[in-house]
């Protein structure tokens, strides 16, 4: 069994969990039992991304000669059981203190790894790095190919493809299929896409997947002067990078947690805060959704009026 996670900070890492014990079929009693132990021990890694065109890396988001931002990249170790591979720490510290383990064995610093996802489809595994206006700043990590741009206001998708498709494995090949922000801004990037034929995005947050494999991404905090959104684009094939808006949720709000259902005939999104901007109060709201009064969260679901599957 394996387990991806996020540390959503500012120059922060990506990790993996791989479980000592095999997942069990089935939906025996014993197999349930056994599965529930899953995350008691196993082995936890940092990723750290290496570079194919640092040097042409200047912090604008300028693609490298080769056409594309990516690269290889390797698991490290960090802990195992009550063994530690950090040097200077204990099992017990790198627990406690794992951003300071992700330091000493110079992992990856990421643009805010906010949500981890694989498609079940590919195996292919998709991070939202939202952005990090820090990057690049006096004292600060600069740009790199992986997180290309410096004041990094609109974020990236991230793309992870293990070596021989195993999750397991302590290799694999990265890319970004998505460099957000304004399609005119030559600083950002969408799988190649023609760029006049793609809604703005920015901030992505989460991002899940469709019963046939498209993308769908879920933003906070968009930095173009909209509002926040749900946007979908397919991974594989001649309309990869072809992103298009979904949704927009209110003035204020979050767009998150989107699910998709099996038979593709509706998507559920949780709109976070509606109305949560600098100045607003009860007395003046900037949102009275959703029924007229005060700003209210809430769970939305949509759906095509002839019953098709949905964002065709």
């Given at each position: 069994m394996v387990a991806y996670m996020g540390d959503d900070e500012r120059f922060d890492y990506l990790y993996k969990f791989v479980s000592d014990k095999t997942f069990m079929t089935g939906d025996s009693w014993l197999a349930r039992k056994h599965n529930l132990t899953l995350l008691e021990s196993g082995t936890l890694y940092v990723a750290q991304l290496e570079q194919t065109s640092a040097g042409e890396i200047d912090g604008s988001g300028k693609l490298p000669s080769d056409g594309a931002f990516n690269g290889r990249g390797?698991?490290?170790k960090l802990v195992s059981g009550n063994r530690s591979y950090v040097e200077g720490m204990t099992a017990a510290d790198v627990l406690t203190f794992t951003r300071l383990?992700?330091?000493?064995v110079g992992?990856?610093?990421?643009?805010?790894p906010e949500d981890v996802e694989p498609s079940l489809l590919t195996g292919k595994v998709y991070v939202a790095l939202t952005n990090n206006?820090?990057?690049?700043?006096?004292?600060k990590a600069a740009a790199d190919e992986a997180n290309p741009r410096n004041l990094n206001k609109h974020g990236q998708i991230l793309e992870l493809v293990e070596d021989r498709g195993d999750n397991t494995a302590e290799t694999f090949a990265w890319s970004l299929p998505i460099v957000c922000g304004d399609p005119t801004d030559p600083s950002t990037?969408?799988?190649g896409y023609d760029k006049t034929k793609v809604s703005p995005v920015s901030c992505p947050d989460n991002v899940a997947f469709d019963a046939t494999g498209?993308?769908?991404?879920?933003?906070?905090?968009?930095?173009?002067g909209s509002n926040d959104g749900l946007f979908a684009t397919a991974l594989e094939g001649p309309e990869r990078g072809h992103l298009k808006q979904f949704l927009t949720v209110p003035l204020g709000a979050e767009t998150c947690g989107?699910?998709?259902t099996g038979d593709n005939r509706s998507v559920f999104v949780a709109v976070q805060h509606p109305g949560e901007i600098t100045g607003a109060s009860v007395e003046n709201p900037a949102s009275n959704w959703p029924d007229g009064d005060f700003a209210k969260?809430?769970?939305?679901?949509s759906w095509r009026l002839d019953g098709g599957p949905i964002g065709s």
């Open positions: 390797r698991w490290i383990a992700g330091d000493k992992a990856t610093k990421m643009d805010r206006t820090d990057r690049g700043k006096a004292g990037y969408f799988a498209n993308l769908w991404i879920a933003t906070d905090g968009n930095a173009l989107p699910f998709i969260p809430g769970v939305v679901v």
